[in-house]
């Protein structure tokens, strides 16, 4: 009999092993001060203002082994990056960064094209993009938070008319316009449609009774019920723009549907988050885990769960979230923390200034992992701060 | 979780009638009442612990409830698929007097991984009454199973009701996966 114990009692052993490494890895959040969060966002704020041009180009990416400045660029994440900034400089009222940041926005104003009663930008070699536009027109109401000026709101509404021209009656937003034809084209981005919800919302804070919020529901319906059908996506997809939407137009335009959907949403953001937290990228985690994800794709789930932890503050409905939300935001925080690159670390490469404050994904970053780190980050100060007063 | 499907959770991780095939029995075809009795308070004690303890267990293993979830999920998936394809327990052997409840009743008939795991992922979740509920219930449920003779039930009913068990707890496991994916 005694056998027939140690044959079981060795089978649980081996079977309790294997799920430890394979299933339920221990979920590793490193614990950080406000000082450090602080530290962060603003090495990460540092690193995105010396990769910005006089000619108001950010550096795309960099290859921190190959010693390579990638040639590429993308409009939506030069708008994005734009937004960013002045979401920087809202958040800490730095004039200099705003000084410094109007250099990118003038890349864009400077390529305003008009049609009938909109404006919208063409980044070079693209077509008028919805998303680029969407976040023009965040980066712009980012802007009028950190500064009070109202010097472009003629341009934020003319952007805001244009992504209603680009808006279907059942809320879908058409991706692109063409300047050849004169007309939108119908293929949806993948994230422009979210990014145009979040605009119109926020188009809505700044010029409140003028119907950008009403205007923006039907696109955040559209997200909620039908987008993912609609473009193939065999899991919903995270969508952290529309969190962000849905958190700025509050709890008074919180119906069933969207209720459900921003807690659908931070469920997709807190696993996102817990299994990022697994990841150690060596040993055998590496083999079950893979290496620590995009610093991008871990940066929307921060600024994803973080929207939702605001609107969750506001609704009871959503009340419930607000522990397992804040712990996933802290945790969020203390990994992106840890893993930044830092000066002792930069110092070893040819171009320490292109490494210094950045997040790498194996040996490479790209404006959009800075990015959006930055802005989950931001975001995550809050819940840092409340956490060390509360001990 | 509400406690009517906790009840049907730990009925299937606990597997009454795949249990009862492998109880040792006296004469008359019946479960030894007292060894049954004892063993299954013995394996309710160990749920108790699992799910009282379950939050500093998993605070220690740096395991967030959440994610617990969907390891149970997998636990109870793999033993219910294993007991589709083995309905009938090996016959252990059993030793003499109340050491039986320990072995092979308590252990390893009753407390099998996935009801630890279950113990652990429902005390965190729904909490300890309601596991006890639910575990409770279901050792009663073996209890009274106990008491009836085998003969007049067909061992190839309790093999088709341990299937079935095993195909629910397959469910379960599903379920509790995507709960756990699910959940922030």
């Known amino acids: ?391 | 979780m509400t406690v009517a499907l906790l009840v049907i959770a730990y009925l299937a991780a606990l597997n009454v009638a795949r249990t009862r095939l492998g109880l040792p029995e006296a004469e008359g075809g019946r479960a030894r009442p007292l060894v049954l009795a004892g063993g299954s308070l013995l394996a309710l004690g160990l749920v108790a612990a699992l799910a009282g303890w379950s939050g500093p267990l998993l605070r220690v293993l740096q395991i967030t409830p959440e994610t617990f979830r969907i390891a149970a999920g997998v636990a109870a998936m793999l033993a219910g698929a294993y007991v589709l394809v083995t309905p009938r327990p090996a016959a252990e052997p059993v030793p003499a007097g109340g050491w039986a409840m320990l072995w092979p009743i308590c252990v390893p008939l009753l407390a099998g991984p996935e009801v630890m795991a279950l113990a652990v992922a429902t005390g965190s979740g729904e909490g300890v009454p309601a596991t006890l509920a639910g575990g409770g219930s279901a050792l009663a449920a073996l209890f009274l199973l106990g008491l009836v003779p085998r003969r007049p039930v067909a061992d190839r009913v309790l093999l088709w009701a341990s299937r079935c068990l095993g195909l629910l707890l397959l469910l379960v496991g599903v379920w509790l996966a995507i709960d756990g994916i699910r959940d922030v």
């Open chain 1, 1 to 391: 009999m005694a056998r027939r114990v140690a044959v079981h009692l060795l089978i649980l052993g081996l079977g309790l092993g294997v799920f430890r490494i394979a299933v339920v890895p221990a979920e590793v959040c490193p614990v950080v001060t406000t000082a450090q969060v602080n530290e962060a966002i603003d090495e990460a704020a540092a690193w995105l203002l010396r990769g910005l041009g006089e000619d108001g180009r950010y550096v795309y990416g960099y290859d921190r082994d190959a010693d390579q400045v990638s040639r590429d660029y993308n409009g939506t994440r030069h708008a994005g990056v734009t937004m960013a900034l002045y979401q920087y400089a809202a958040a800490g009222g730095r004039p200099e960064v705003v000084a410094a940041t109007d250099r990118g926005l003038a890349f864009m104003l400077d390529r305003l094209l008009s049609e009938g009663d909109w404006q919208a930008w063409q980044s070079p070699g693209e077509e008028v993009q919805l998303g680029s536009n969407a976040l023009l027109l965040a980066a712009l109401a980012m802007r009028r938070q950190a500064t009070g000026d109202p010097g472009y709101d003629d341009v934020m509404r003319g952007v805001g008319r244009f992504l209603l021209a680009q808006q279907q009656p059942d809320g879908r937003m058409h991706g692109y316009w063409n300047p050849a034809t004169r007309q939108a084209v119908p293929v949806q981005g993948k994230f422009a449609t979210g990014e145009a919800a979040w605009a119109l919302a926020l188009l809505a804070d700044a010029f409140p009774g003028e119907g950008w919020g009403e205007a923006s529901l039907p696109t955040l319906d559209y997200l909620a019920l039908q987008r993912d059908r609609d473009m193939g996506f065999l899991t919903r997809m995270p969508d952290h723009w529309a969190a962000y939407a849905l958190a700025e137009l509050g709890p008074g335009h919180l119906d069933e549907v969207r209720s459900g959907y921003s807690r659908r949403l931070a469920g997709y953001f807190g696993v996102r988050l817990r299994f990022e937290a697994q990841r150690r990228g060596s040993g055998l985690n590496l083999l079950v885990r893979w290496v620590p994800g995009t610093p991008a794709g871990v940066g929307t789930a921060g600024e994803g769960i973080a929207a939702i932890r605001r609107l969750a503050q506001e609704d009871e409905r959503l009340a419930d979230l607000v522990p397992n939300v804040e712990d996933r935001l802290a945790c969020f925080a203390g990994m992106m923390v840890e893993r930044q690159s830092t000066a002792g670390e930069a110092a070893a490469y040819p171009r320490p200034g292109l490494v210094q404050g950045a997040w790498f994904y194996r040996g490479y970053v790209q404006m959009d992992d800075v990015q959006h780190v930055l802005s989950g980050l931001l975001a995550a100060v809050p819940v840092i701060e409340a956490r060390e007063v509360a001990g």
